[in-house]
């Protein structure tokens, strides 16, 4: 077999090295107890999934007890989740795969029945454009420093658990995201207004959590930080909104940007943005500044290594669940023997409880990315 470029390995400005080029996406699995405690079911989900792939990116852990978005999240705001945590970060480094956690607060993407009656927060009091969203309360800026706080202890767990790294989850329109927003972030203060003031939010934040790597991890530790490109709201996040962005964020000692996308060769919703893809755009504007992960229906080799023509990491998402040995089998070139769809009678097997297995219903109908 000719070495591909997604069979190279990949160190980090941190120091960590990847033993390839792939990474387990961040997915949602519904799997923890009501308390965000971590079970034995996610445990067995994540050791089967990682044995070849370079690293594991965990579903999204809430760093608030009032950032929790859903039932069955995994958590880190208590130091009660610390055996847990110790537990699933060794699950997945059994086998020289590199474990890094996602640190949330769902902002408004939750609800008071979620939340055992207490409102959701937001920068402003916007109501998500979903069925059934609840409006939420406009933080104080004392909570917004509180916040700040919460990302930095949920880091220093993470470190005294020993994943090898966080990614800060800016993304699929949570908390961090409703910052940046404009649709999200009505706010006439410091923190809103301009996209200089709608960023400070995630400037702050990062530098947080740089700051607190650097004074509490003794070994190499990574930190991410993954984004949306666009949003479809009016007002909303536009694709020059986040060409800033990632120039700002790319200038920080962060390890790499991870986009969230559909499909990694997605073109912008923007008319000035249509000559390239949206990856082709980002991956320009950081200009090696610090590594790019791409994603988005990643089905074998050949598209891996189109998506890694503007990234230096390929991110795989659902076929994940439906073939656990995705990894292994295209390095060894095996991929007719590639799985993508799951049966009921295969459930186990893979363990896909009843949450990963609805996320899978809603997200995937017949396609795996």
Do not use: C
Not at 245 to 266: F, M, P, Q, R
Request: aromatic share 10%; hydrophobic share 35%.
């Amino acid at each position: 077999m000719t070495k591909k470029h997604y069979s190279e390995s990949f160190t980090f400005k941190s120091g960590v090295t990847l033993k390839n080029r792939f990474i387990m996406a961040p997915m949602t699995t519904k799997m923890s107890f009501f308390d965000g405690v971590i079970t034995e079911d996610e445990k067995k989900y994540y050791y089967l999934r990682s044995k070849d792939i370079g690293a594991v990116v965990t579903a999204a852990a809430n760093v608030s007890e009032g950032g929790k978005g859903w039932e069955g999240e995994l958590g880190i705001h208590d130091d009660r989740h610390l055996a847990g945590l110790a537990d699933l970060a060794s699950a997945i480094q059994r086998n020289g795969t590199k474990a890094f956690i996602q640190l949330y607060h769902g902002g408004r993407m939750t609800n008071s029945s979620v939340l055992r009656g207490v409102q959701p927060v937001s920068a402003s009091a916007v109501k998500a454009e979903r069925p059934t969203a609840e409006e939420p309360r406009a933080l104080e800026e004392d909570e917004i420093y509180q916040i700040i706080e919460d990302f930095k202890q949920g880091t220093i767990r993470a470190i005294e658990a020993g994943f090898d790294g966080v990614e800060l989850h800016g993304a699929n329109t949570y908390l961090i995201q409703q910052f940046f927003s404009p649709h999200s972030n009505r706010r006439e203060d410091k923190w809103g207004g301009s996209v200089e003031n709608r960023f400070r939010f995630a400037d702050l934040l990062t530098d947080t959590v740089i700051e607190t790597v650097k004074a509490y991890a003794k070994r190499p530790f990574v930190v991410g930080y993954r984004f949306s490109p666009e949003e479809y709201e009016t007002p909303g996040i536009r694709f020059g909104d986040t060409l800033y962005l990632v120039d700002k964020l790319a200038d920080k000692a962060l390890d790499y940007l991870h986009v969230s996308l559909g499909k990694y060769d997605l073109t912008s919703q923007s008319e000035e943005y249509k000559e390239k893809s949206m990856l082709a755009y980002l991956n320009e504007v950081n200009n090696n500044r610090t590594a790019f992960m791409s994603v988005g229906d990643v089905r074998g080799g050949e598209e891996a290594l189109e998506a890694l023509e503007h990234s230096d990491l390929v991110a795989l998402g659902r076929v994940m669940l439906a073939d656990p040995h995705f990894v292994s089998k295209v390095l060894n070139d095996r991929e007719d023997t590639i799985r993508f769809t799951v049966a009921d009678e295969d459930r186990e097997e893979l363990g896909l409880t009843n949450g990963v297995w609805q996320f899978m219903q809603n997200m995937m109908s017949d396609r795996i990315n």
